[in-house]
């Protein structure tokens, strides 16, 4: 082989190496506690959504729900940033009513009842910064328990009379949470 050729060669190796390098992205690995979201109508071929809800879906992986969301402890919903809850129409948590906005969705969890509560904060890691003075709504809802286990966390909504019911599962743990318009 020319020397010419020689150079050439490694000329375009270093060159293509340089490249490459400038090229390529740095991208983090899954999160553990992939970021999803729900909505109602769950159909996208339906553009009039009433309700979506953000959230990240943290696994039980042999962990108890008891553990993850401590008894009694304002817990985010989730894992991650605290849950973000958008309501595209004024609705009620309760009796109370609730413009159409998006908010902070948080629950206190108990042994026969979760309160759900919905609160001004917003963009909040965790529920480190909860502040009861921020709160528009709350409502106790009883818990119930379902026939097979749930590893991720989910929230799913469905109709109800008169509005949208949040469900909420992980482990057995079974919440709705009664929205109306």
């Known amino acids: 082989m020319k020397k010419s050729n020689v150079l050439t060669t490694i000329a375009f190796a270093f060159v293509m190496l340089f490249t490459l390098s400038i090229g390529a992205q740095e991208f983090k690995d899954l ?82 009842e979760w309160t759900a509560i919905i609160s001004k904060d917003l963009n909040v890691w965790g529920s480190y910064f909860y502040n009861k003075e921020n709160d528009i709504a709350r409502l106790n809802v009883p818990v119930t328990k379902g026939d097979s286990s749930l590893d991720a966390f989910s929230i799913a909504f469905d109709k109800a009379e008169n509005g949208v019911d949040m469900h909420l599962g992980w482990g057995t743990v079974r919440v709705a949470v009664p929205f109306k318009i």
């Open 31 to 112: 999160d553990k506690s992939p970021m999803d979201a729900a909505a109602y109508p769950a159909d996208y071929k339906e553009s009039k959504k009433l309700i979506k809800i953000t959230y990240s879906r943290p696994q039980l992986k042999g962990r108890s729900v008891e553990k993850l969301a401590k008894e009694g402890e304002v817990w985010r919903t989730g894992a991650n940033e605290a849950a973000e809850l958008t309501l595209y129409k004024d609705m009620k948590l309760g009796n109370q009513n609730i413009k159409a906005g998006t908010y902070t969705f948080y629950v206190i969890p108990g042994k026969k």
